[in-house]
């Protein structure tokens, strides 16, 4: 009976595990770790960019964490980093940029998200509006490649942020509405007709190429496109006790596999 309910919660653990690993990360740890995206999005006039990051204080490094950029003709950029104050810089080109210090706690999962309507363009950390300024237009859209952390920009290779991403997500529409607080999404979010790039990093570690979920197939590749471009690493580990979102999925397998260990341990006491 003991040697049945010990195969049985290896198992049980084995189904946590998988769960865990099948939602992963990409890690940027080296200043210049960078992920080059095949094309281009056009966003015309509304855009929401948005990122679940983790700023890890081993690093405690500020910098890009998208960044689409044309000299004098294009930039969609989000840049970041964790601290007290932290910086969460959002901007687009020739119509106006954000640049709020709020707390942002290292070791700890956010989401930000940058958003421009017709009024104004808004930053968010963790679905509270933490900036705001007027502006109205069309964005800039030419003919450069977004990156996902380090560019080369303004002649000088630019760093990238110092952490984790779980997901990141593009959009043509502006997600989140001026003056209001919101739930940010809970799990990696479903890609849908305004989703212009969308990257999970699920991918086994190792891999060169972080697939885009949406219908534009924009996918990314790893240490690419500049002298000084490295890679980052995907991974389902994370420093300093924090772990990726697990999904719907992951929970369900999770909640199944502690139920039947609870289980097991009553049949074994009462065997």
């Known amino acids: 009976m003991r040697k049945i309910v010990v195969l049985a919660i290896g198992v049980a653990v084995a189904m946590v595990l ?20 095949s094309q281009g999005t056009t966003l015309g006039t509304a855009a929401t960019i948005e ?5 890890s204080s081993n690093l ?14 294009e930039d969609k ?43 104004a363009v808004r930053a968010y950390l963790d679905g509270t509006q933490v900036a705001s300024q007027p ?9 450069g490649l977004p990156y996902i952390g380090a560019i080369h920009r303004d002649y000088f290779p630019q760093e990238s942020f110092g952490g984790y991403l779980d997901w990141l997500r593009v959009s043509d ?3 989140y509405p001026g003056g209001t607080s919101f739930t940010p999404p809970s799990g990696q979010p479903a890609s849908d007709a305004n989703t212009q790039l969308l990257l999970y990093f699920d991918e086994p570690p190792g891999s060169s190429t972080a697939q885009d979920q949406s219908s534009y197939h924009r996918n990314g590749f790893l240490g690419e ?9 995907f991974t ?23 139920a039947a260990v609870g289980a097991l341990a009553l049949a074994l006491r009462r065997g």
């Open 77 to 119: 950029t989000l840049n970041g980093g964790g601290g007290s104050p932290g910086t969460l810089h959002g901007y687009f080109f020739n119509l106006a940029g954000v640049y709020p210090t709020p707390v942002i706690t290292m070791d700890t999962w956010h989401h930000l998200a940058i958003v421009l309507d017709n009024s």
């Open 51 to 55: 990122a679940r990051i983790l700023f």
């Open 60 to 73: 405690d490094r500020t910098g890009y964490i998208f960044c689409e950029w044309t000299d004098s003709y």
């Open 225 to 233: 496109g500049f002298a000084e471009a490295t890679s980052p690493e």
């Open 173 to 175: 529409i502006a997600r």
């Open 236 to 258: 389902s580990d994370v420093a300093q006790g924090a772990v990726p979102s697990l999904g719907l999925a992951g929970l369900v397998a999770l909640g199944l596999a502690l």
């Open 18 to 37: 998988a769960a865990s690993a099948s939602a992963g990360v990409a890690y940027f740890a080296d200043p210049y770790d960078t992920i080059q995206v």
């Open 135 to 143: 502006a109205a237009g069309d964005i800039g859209d030419s003919s």
